[in-house]
């Protein structure tokens, strides 16, 4: 009997490798996507700065600090649709004011 491994055993290594090469990809890429996300978390996509929430009529936004950017996720914007013209004028003039007011 000889020390070499049979053709199926080569092959089986191999499959193997390349499977944990794989895993070790993916767990390397996702932990990429996680520090990126902590890193942008709260931040003004225009200039970087850092951003503070505000409500005004019920409806939340993030104000940049530095270049007063107004932010409104997808829930807030969907209310804003909701609401009648007079509100909405509210709102938009609140907010305004708010972010001049800074």
Do not use: Y
Request: net charge positive; glycine share 6%.
């Amino acid at each position: 009997m000889t020390d070499r491994p049979s053709k199926n055993e080569e092959e089986f290594f191999a499959l193997r490798e390349a499977e944990l090469h794989r895993h070790r990809h993916q767990e390397a890429a996702r932990a990429r996507d996680t520090e990126e996300r902590k890193r942008h978390h709260m931040r003004c996509p225009r200039c970087g700065a850092g951003l503070a929430t505000e409500s005004v009529g019920g409806i939340s936004f993030d104000r940049c600090r530095e270049c007063r950017g107004v932010f409104i996720e997808a829930a807030a914007a969907e209310e804003l649709i909701r609401a009648d013209r007079g509100t909405m004028t509210s709102i938009f003039k609140s907010m305004i004011r708010s972010v001049s007011a800074h």
